[in-house]
């Protein structure tokens, strides 16, 4: 009888990690990146609209993609904390002070526009 050979990865019992650390670390990468996306799209509508003013709706688009960012960036601040605790393996520092970034930029934003 042959033995079968393992592919790299094919072994779950190989991660340190458990399901739910696994999927509460994915669920908070995809929502940084979610962010970082929207975030983005704001930053392209703004210079857009800058240069096309009569552009009205994407300036709406804009402020649409801003308030999506915000509610993103309160979902991934707040998978922060469940991510420590789940997790055996804690995240790069780096890792954690960007998605605090992204998950603070759009409120930051918002903040300004309040006061001026």
Not at 41 to 60: E, K, Q
């Amino acid at each position: 009888m042959h033995k079968r050979e393992k592919g790299l990865g094919s072994d779950p019992s190989a991660s340190n990690e458990n399901q739910a650390a696994e999927a509460a670390t994915i669920g908070w990468m995809l929502c940084a990146l979610t962010a970082t996306v929207c975030e983005l799209g704001v930053v392209a509508a703004r210079l857009y609209f800058a240069w096309h003013p009569d552009a009205t709706v994407i300036g709406t688009a804009g402020e649409l993609l801003l308030f999506a960012s915000a509610i993103i960036g309160v979902i991934t601040l707040a998978l922060i904390p469940v991510v420590y605790r789940v997790s055996r393996v804690k995240p790069p520092t780096s890792v954690t002070a960007f998605a605090v970034t992204i998950g603070l930029i759009p409120w930051l934003i918002l903040l300004r526009q309040m006061l001026s």
